[in-house]
Structures are given as C-alpha cells and as structure tokens.
C-alpha cells in the first residue's frame, strides 16, 4: 500500500515524538495529551492545526457537495404509522427520521426515542457546563459585549416563536402557567408571595447593594420614575376598579368587604384564644367584635362573667381573682421600655400635678408627661359615665395637655392602636422626646434630593412615621452617601378635609415629613423645604403640628409663623372601628348623597352602624409665605 497523503499539505503535531505527518490536528487527537484546543492555541499560537491550502481545498469541496444536493418535498407517513394514519410534508425527509411525525402524536406527547436520548443527553452536557466558572465567565462576557441589534433579534425570533405555540396572547399563557404551576406546588400566585422565596431575594439583594428593598436606592427609583407616567397608571387602575367592582376602589363592592371582615376575624381568632389559655379564661360564647359583652369562665375559680375583649386585655380579668384594678398591658410595656432607657425616676398614676385626675406616667427629671388612653375606655361615651366634673368631655385630653403645659410639663398622648401597631415609631419617638437617640448622625449637606416613586413613599411613610402613609402630589425623598433613602417629605394642594375649601395658585400644605429612625439628618428638613421653594411656584404654604406629638418646634426653625391661639384650639375627633382596634379619620367616614340620611347627622348615622368617637389634643397651624419682591 502506497502513502497518497501529500506530505507538503500535512501538519506535525509538536507534542509527539514521532513526527508523523498529520492531515488535521483533532481535538480528539489532543485528548491524549490531555490539551484542548484553546490550550493548545495558547501553548502553540503560530502552530496550524491544518494546513491553509488544505484548508481552502476542503472548503472548495463541501460548496460543490451542496450545490449537488437538491431540495425534493416528500410526503411520508408518521412515523407512528401503526396506530397513525396520517402523513407528514417536508424537505429531504425520510422514514426513519425524527422529525416524521405528525401534529397529534405530538399534541399527544409522543417522541422519537433516539430525540428523547439526544435530549437527556443534552441536559446533562448542559448541567455539567453550567458548574464550570470558566464557560460561566465567558458567557458573561459575550452576553454583555452584545450589541443592540443582537439583542432586537433574539426578541423578535423569542416573539415569532412564542407566537406560533401560544398565540398573539402568549404573554397571558404564560402567565396563567406559572400561576397554576405555583398553585399547586406552593399555594401562592406569586413567587413573592412565599415568605422562603421572599427572605432569600432580600438577603442577596442586602449582600449585593447593602439594602434589602430595592426602591431605596435612589439609581432603581431614577428608572422607575423614567419609565412610568403615574397619571396614565392611576386612570387605568380606576377605569379597572369601575368595571369590577362599581367604584374607584375595590373597597366600593360590598362582596369584598364582606370578605375582608372575615379574613380579619380569621387572623385575629387563633391570636385571641391563645390569650384567653394563657389568662386562664374560656369563652362560651361566639366572638362578635371587641365591644360586644360576652360570657367568659375562669378555670382557676369556675366563675362566669361577662366582659367584652376591650377590658380583658387591658387587664380587667376574672373580678374574684382579681379584686383590685390593674394597669392596662400597653400602659405596663411603655414602663418597662422607660427603664430599659435607663430611667430611673418613673412615677405612675401620679395625682399631684392634675387634681383630681391622674397622669399615667411622669418622668420628673425630663418634665414629661405620658398619657396612654385605650380607644374604648377614652372613648367619648365611656367619659360621659366617668368623667362628670368636665362639663365637656370633647376637651379631657386637650384639658389635661394644657394643665401640664402651666405646671411646666409636656404631655404625650399614645392611643392604644398606635402602641400596638406601631410600636416602633412610638419608641423611636420616644427616644427623640428624651434626647436618648442613639443613631448614627449623618449631614443633610451630604445628601442628595430627588422625586421618589408613591410605593417607595408609601413604604418609608408606613415603616417611619406614625400617621402612615398620605396622599400628596410632590414626593421628595434624600438619599446619603451609599444612595440609601434617608428623609421624606411631602406637599399637597389644600385639602378640603383640614378646613380649606378654595384651591388656590401657589397654595400648598405639607403634609408629611420624617427620617429613617435609623439615622440622625442633620439639617434635612431645611435643605428638603429649600428645594421645593427653589425648583416649584409658591406663594403660601402651611402645616399642622399633632399636639399630642408635638409643640412645633420645628416649624420655628424652618422659619414658620403660628397662625392659631394655643388657647382656642378645639379637638379633632376620630371614628373608633368596632371590630378591630383602630381609628379612622372623620373624613374617610363622611356623608355622601348616596348615602346621606335625612334627619341624623354624620356622627348620630355612624354611632347607629357601631363606630365610636374618640377626641384629640387639636393641631397647631403654622405658615410661611414668599415675600413679594417689587
């Protein structure tokens, strides 16, 4: 046998010893010495793994091939063809092919088992590349050195794809399938929804930016902003809630009220019955909301009696096991909290400064006062029976707040719903209140101001301030150094609500302002009110201090000017919800046409359907107005 190889067009490969002449270094060749073709490259740059002019002749050689080849459309039958009798159409297909098989037998799920293996074999070559950091790398590197017309075309091939298995819908399919499959595998729509999915996605966004909530970071909320027009967004969500549910908002439709009542019994419940086990009480009624009286055992002494769960869980219990009168709980965790701070001289239902009535908490060395009132048993009703020496019962807390003022105390007022569900923002308050901050102290000079986005607002407002969250037009938030949301403050046009029926140009009202309890802004308030004054038309804008909270200190030093007598001020009431422990404004509450009855006022019709009425300390109005330059 006589070597045809042409010596002159072969290659050697450099690691053998033999030097035999080789048409084409493979990669299985390399195997042996345990190379891969780019180590090789890199090991050996001007080494050719074939020869240029062989190369040319190969390429010459497989042009000709496929000008040879002709394209022929076949039918042939499915390959299924024993328990199928159709027939399938293509190009250059033949009857063991995988590809010959019909629409049904494929709607049916049937597959070619050698696709089947091909495919199993796949995912594991698949798997295995998906452990190695290299391949991981330089797909990293490829996928950002993509160009945009790159990226335009693998959508658009996604899209025809998606198209021709789903529909011109596909995005719903796809959805309603990821839905289900999360149904049935964890009982949630959402995969935010599991509270384990949740935790994981704000840990690795904490140990990627140092934030847990991606909206803190001022860059996310720039992006937010920029893509989304918030006016063509709250129209749609109100054409949607009309069609729904009748109304602007969900709450419209009395079926969905209906099941937020049972969804709040629901949770409320269990946490009700494992208090009563631990008071040692039973209840042998059914549980209705927290004023309704019911029967309840002792199971220390056998005694029946009838309570309702707004005095059981301030502390009135079994009356023979318990003679004497005990403090509220909420009135018991304020104390403790006092002490953790450090405070030593705390005295309780003090009776020397107010005569006859008593301060629950008084902290001499600091000249406060701490009043904590439960919303049922300083509701207007229960201090009409009480409290018979005021002639007006509207002014008992306003009464007291300024009796401690002329014995030079400040008084706080906590109402129960706040301790309870906002027991954070109480005791960060507190803290400020005692000049007991511990936070980290930062610069406002440091900071930088932008617009947020109403679900950061939202957000911040919730976790940080103790009215919650507002509706306002101009939301303005101050990120530090690291981009991490640290003060927000809000403005509105005139609300109708606090008094101001016209809206006027240049006219507007304050509505929120506060920092994360985390830090200590130097400075924020005026840099956040200098830049609304600078970048937005005004003529007038106004603010009202919560008396119970605040004397206005910090409206003096932004510059602005109390507009009503302390002395005249009148209270503000608030509509106390029979089924669950909370206020609500008198003006949510109001009367409408539609439901306006003749001959009742607003708060006879809403005492009538169950609500309470509880009374405040009043606010305090403060101004500033632009001096008009002539």
């Known amino acids: 046998m006589t070597n ?56 010459e050689l497989r042009k000709k091939g496929k000008e040879k080849k002709k394209s022929v459309f076949v039918t042939k039958p499915c390959w299924n063809y024993k328990n199928c009798n159709n027939k399938v159409e293509g190009v250059n297909i033949n009857v063991g092919s ?43 590197k490829t996928l950002k050195n993509r160009s945009q017309e790159k990226i335009d075309r693998w959508k658009n091939k996604r899209e025809k794809t998606l198209i021709k298995k789903y529909g011109k819908n596909w995005k719903q399919t796809q959805y309603e399938k990821i839905k289900n499959s999360m149904l049935k595998k964890y009982g949630k729509k959402h995969a935010l929804q599991v509270p384990e999915f949740l935790d994981k ?62 969804t709040r019994l629901q949770d409320f419940l269990p946490r009700f019955f494992t208090f009563l086990s631990s ?77 006859p009535y008593e301060v ?10 701490i009043e904590y009132c439960g919303l049922y048993t300083h509701s207007h009703d229960v201090l009409e029976k009480t409290r018979k020496t005021i002639t007006d019962k509207k002014y008992y807390h306003l009464y007291k707040l300024n009796e401690c003022n002329k014995h030079g105390y400040n ?47 939202r957000d911040f407002l919730n976790k940080f301030h103790i009215q919650g969250n507002d509706k306002s037009e101009i939301i303005l938030g101050a990120f530090s150094k690291h981009s991490e949301l640290v003060a927000v403050m809000t403005f509105s046009k005139p609300n109708i609500a606090k008094g101001s029926r016209i809206k006027k140009e240049g006219h507007w009202e304050l509505n929120r302002f506060c920092t994360n309890a985390n830090y200590r802004v130097r400075g924020i308030a005026s840099k956040l009110l200098k830049y609304f004054q600078r970048n937005y038309e005004w003529t007038y804008i106004y603010s009202f201090a919560d008396r119970r909270w605040s004397s206005g200190d910090l409206y003096y030093k932004l510059g602005f000017a ?14 106390i919800d029979t089924n669950n422990l909370k206020r609500t404004h008198r003006f949510a509450l109001r009367l409408t046409k539609k439901n306006n009855p003749k001959k009742m006022t607003e708060q006879m019709y809403r005492v009538s359907q169950g609500y309470g009425i509880i009374y405040d300390c009043g606010n305090l109005k403060f101004s500033i107005q632009r001096e008009l330059t002539t």
């Open 562 to 575: 109390l507009e009503n007598d302390p002395l005249k001020i009148k209270p503000n009431y608030w509509y």
């Open 279 to 355: 008071v040692n009480l039973l209840l042998l009624d059914e549980y209705t909301d927290c004023y309704t009286y019911n029967k309840y055992q002792c199971l220390k002494c056998n005694n029946i009696f009838e309570s309702n769960w707004n005095q059981i869980q301030q502390g009135r219990l079994c009356p023979l096991c318990n003679n004497k009168f005990k403090p509220s709980k909420g009135k018991k965790e304020i104390v403790e909290y006092l002490k953790t701070l450090g405070i030593k001289n705390i005295i309780t239902n003090d009776r020397t400064i107010l005569k």
């Open 411 to 457: 008084l706080i007022t906590i109402f129960e719903d706040e301790w309870l569900f906002k027991k954070n923002i109480v005791k960060s308050m507190l803290r400020q209140k005692l000049g007991l901050n511990t936070s980290i102290a930062i610069n406002g000079r440091d900071c930088t101001i932008s617009e947020i986005t109403p679900n950061a607002k």
């Open 360 to 369: 629950d908490i008084l902290l001499s060395d600091y000249k406060l006062c």
């Open 98 to 140: 995988i590809y010959v098989i019909c629409e049904e037998c494929k709607i049916k799920g049937l597959i070619h088992p050698s696709l089947q293996k091909h495919k199993q074999r796949m995912s594991r070559r698949a798997k295995q590349l998906n452990k190695n950091n290299d391949i991981i790398k330089k797909r990293t």
């Open 4 to 59: 045809l190889v042409d010596e002159s067009l072969c290659v050697y490969c450099p690691e053998c010893n033999d030097n035999k002449p080789m048409t084409q270094i493979t990669w299985n060749h390399l195997k042996k010495h345990n190379l891969t073709l780019d180590q090789f490259k890199s090991k050996y740059p001007s080494h050719y793994l074939i020869h240029p002019e062989k190369e040319k002749q190969l390429k």
């Open 201 to 262: 996605a704000r840990t690795t966004h904490f140990l990627k930016t140092g934030v847990s909530n991606p909206m803190e970071l001022k860059e996310n909320v720039d992006k937010v902003l920029s893509q989304r027009n918030q006016k063509e967004i709250t129209e749609k969500t109100i054409k949607t809630n009309i069609k729904k549910y009748g109304g602007p908002s969900p709450m419209c439709s009395p079926e969905i009220v209906a099941k937020a009542n049972k």
